[in-house]
Nanobody, 122 residues
Framework: QVQLVESGGGLVQAGDSLRLSCAASGRTLSSSAMGWFRQAPGKEREFVAAITWYSGRTTCADSVKGRFTISRDNAKNTVYLQMNSLKPEDTAVYYC???????????????WGQGTQVTVSS
């Protein structure tokens, strides 16, 4: 069973940076890709970014392109989301997710973390 634990959320001001971490345990082929989603109050959960453990191939949503960067540390089984130039509209609960590949993870991940709150004040 894959377990995902997020950390690094908090309250920041617009323009600040924040780095989220997701520690994965019990990795299997069903969790070959890792990603981040977010859900703002009253909105649906949306895909943010994803990366594969093996090749490091990445993909991200247009809304965060150029500001957010996803990376991984295979030795630590940890995936990161570096968020720069944060905006109030980035305020959301951020969830870590895992799936068999980078295509599936953008829509239907197999596993979810518990989420971490990111609040950006203006």
């Amino acid at each position: 069973q894959v377990q995902l634990v997020e950390s690094g959320g908090g309250l920041v001001q617009a323009g600040d940076s924040l780095r989220l971490s997701c520690a994965a345990s019990g990795r299997t082929l069903s969790s070959s890709a890792m990603g981040w989603f977010r859900q703002a109050p009253g909105k649906e959960r949306e895909f943010v970014a994803a990366i594969t453990w093996y090749s490091g191939r990445t993909t991200c949503a247009d809304s965060v392109k150029g500001r957010f960067t996803i990376s991984r540390d295979n030795a630590k089984n940890t995936v990161y989301l570096q968020m720069n130039s944060l905006k109030p509209e980035d305020t959301a609960v951020y969830y870590c997710a895992a799936a068999p590949n980078i295509v599936v993870i953008t829509t239907t991940p197999n596993y979810w973390g518990q989420g971490t709150q990111v609040t950006v004040s203006s």
